[in-house]
């Protein structure tokens, strides 16, 4: 028999293992005080993280009905029952996973949290994780206040701390976030210029401010991953570290008390990595009507066509960035009112 012969028998030998799995049937049953949003919820859930195709629901008999792999039943097997546990009663919060195999996108988590007390701020909290932490399949069940997730190991790690870090309580009227710390950085346990970073926007007492301070930081510091959750006023970045320590000290010129008097002291900043890149906070007349305010920061911007100039109405701020010639040439208009 010649060689091309036996590869040929080979590759048909392996051919029922590789493409031909044999399918096993299960069939669960849901608890009786399951809503038919609850049952609908935990079909979306396995059925997207299992990438299970043949899957179907009896809302009359309260059952979910499957088709699938060796793998995918057993993956069944575990996350129906961690979901589907009479709302949570007896519950575990802490994080669970299963791990399908050693490689690729097969570590699958569920993340319970605590401090959401609605559906929209459980989806914030998960809507900030997915695209930080780069998961493609995750899953929310909102009688649990669990997120199920799948993803790498290091896609997972990532999506943990950040629940850790994110799960915040509300901010309440007269209340203010604690400080930022190193425990709210996460750099890439594989190394390379690739920081995650959350803060806290304490002396934001409204969505508006707390929107339009993200803006701002997000804009000048022109970082692409960036994503809010408003309830404890979490701001969360990724991107390189000259970036986030760019973000970490507008964050601390711009999030403080708005009560202050007239603010002449030098705020800049210089990047490292670029020699003529500067950042600058101007301070204007807090008593300043915003509309004045506005008028005078656009007409700075127009005259001088800065790379990049932002405002911020709490503070009456002005954040720029450009070359030093360009940041001198706005100091003096800015003064010359």
Known sequence: MSANAIRTLTLFLFLPLAFG?????RVFHFQPSDTTQDVQEIATAIRGIGDISDLSIDTGQRILTLRGTAGQVGLSEWLFPALDNANGQGQDSSPKEYRISLSGDDVVAIFHVKNATTLLQLQDIASAVRPTAGIRRLFIYNALRAVVARGTPAQIALAGWLFLRMDKPAVRAGETQSES???DEYRNPAGGDDVTRVF???STPTVQDFQELVTLIRTITEIWLA????APRAFVVRGPADQIALAEWLSNQLDRPADRGPDTALHEYKMAARRDDVVRVFYLDPSEAVTVFHDRAAEMSAKIHLRLALTYNRQRAVAVRGTANE????????KAK
């Open 21 to 25: 799995q044999p399918t096993q049937e």
């Open 181 to 183: 710390s190193d425990q």
């Open 200 to 202: 806290y926007l304490r």
């Open 227 to 230: 994503f809010t959750y408003s």
């Open 327 to 334: 940041i001198a040439w706005a100091d003096q208009l800015l």
